[in-house]
């Protein structure tokens, strides 16, 4: 395409904006990240975004703004132009996602204040996952539920996999449609996928993020017995919350996790992964801990896949730390023929790819 029209990505999160700034043909511009977000100088996403657009300058070109949003639900599977009938719409997915959907939120409602002429287009982590069928999907509870409240497996995640499932297809030379992978993203969220034929068959992630592998902050797969225990015992003493409820959700989204079994001798994996490197076995314990479970899912997902073209790593942590791949991997002897693949992701040209094929 041959004309000076720009894609405006933004990966707006609680405390942060992240954005790349690419022409129609996908080359990238410019990009930058916005911290601290309410916390200091900056108050508000509104704020963080009249800071970027004056560091891009001319905005002119702008023409289309694509936001990620975290959970589309059971409504969204494609990028849609949102406009206020659909942004109460997908307000209406809070709940569901309350560390990312209000802050995706207003991260578009700052773009529709600031580059009025732009469209602004949303693309859906959950939207990978829409093939998934419906014995990965469904869980053990009277169908009902499903039906009349939409509780169901959605996964997340879903532009990461997508991007790596492009990006290995290329490296490893093969056709989408004949490609099976098993795909790790391992940040401070952290969710793996089983990909077969180019379509998501199962990921760890549920209802919520909070399902499937131990996080930075979040318990992962853990007894619903313990979630009543927390809820129902007056002798567990929680956070200082205005009600229980609040109370144990903040605990095991923020207080849980990696960093939860490392109290205060580290605050995040990466100080964890420093610390078991230089002999703690504390640590180490808890790198043993995290890693026993991303193998039971490998090992999960070959199974059900049956034959296996790669294992892609990919997230800050698949990507930069070596010892918890080599963790993953040691022992691992069922993975022996299986293609190893380190791809680092690319979310913003994902979304910007997905938007092209939408004005396509």
């Known amino acids: 395409m041959k004309n000076n029209n720009q894609i405006l990505v933004l990966n707006s999160g609680s405390t942060s904006l992240k954005y790349k700034l690419f022409d129609l043909d996908l080359k990238e511009v410019e990009n930058g990240f ?37 959970h589309g639900g059971d409504k969204f599977y494609n990028p849609i132009v949102v406009g206020k009938r659909e942004l109460k719409e997908i307000e209406k997915m809070n709940h569901l996602a309350p560390l990312h959907n209000p802050a995706n939120l207003e991260g578009i409602r700052a ?22 069928p419906e014995h990965a999907y469904l869980y053990a509870i009277p169908k009902e539920f499903y039906k009349k409240y939409g509780i169901r497996r959605y996964g997340f995640h879903g532009t990461s996999h997508k991007h790596v499932m492009l990006e290995a297809a290329k490296k490893l030379n ?3 449609s004949n490609l099976n ?8 969220g952290a969710s793996i996928t089983a990909i077969k034929k ?13 399902e499937g592998l131990p996080m930075e902050t979040r318990a992962g797969d853990i007894d619903s ?31 849980s996790g990696l960093s939860g079994l490392a109290g205060k001798k580290a ?5 964890i992964a420093h610390l078991a490197e230089l002999g703690d076995k504390e640590m180490m314990d808890i790198l043993k801990l995290y890693t026993y479970k991303i193998k039971k899912y490998i ?56 938007i092209i094929r939408l004005i396509k």
């Open 34 to 70: 916005v911290e601290d977000i309410g916390n200091g100088k900056i108050r508000n996403h509104t704020q963080a975004l009249q800071n970027v657009l004056k560091k891009i300058g001319n905005t002119e070109n702008i023409k289309y703004v694509g936001h990620r949003v975290v």
């Open 181 to 188: 992978l098993i795909t790790c993203h391992l940040g401070g």
């Open 267 to 271: 605050n995040n994996i990466y100080e």
């Open 111 to 132: 773009s529709m204040n600031l580059i009025k002429d732009a469209k602004n287009i949303a693309v859906f982590d959950t939207a990978f996952y829409k093939d998934l």
């Open 198 to 210: 180019g379509k998501a068959i199962d990921t760890s992630m549920g209802f919520t993020p909070m």
């Open 225 to 255: 017995g313990i979630v009543l225990e927390l809820l129902k015992s007056k002798n567990i003493k929680l956070n200082d919350r205005k009600n229980r409820i609040d109370a144990v959700d903040h605990f095991l989204n923020k207080q």
């Open 299 to 354: 090992g999960a997902y070959k199974a059900i896949l049956g034959n296996v073209d790669a294992i892609v790593f990919t997230g800050t942590v698949g990507c930069r730390s070596k010892i918890i791949r080599k963790l993953i991997l040691t022992g691992f002897k069922d993975l022996k023929n299986i293609k190893k693949l380190v791809i680092q992701t690319n979310e913003e040209l994902m979304i910007a790819r997905e």
């Open 174 to 176: 093969k056709s989408i």
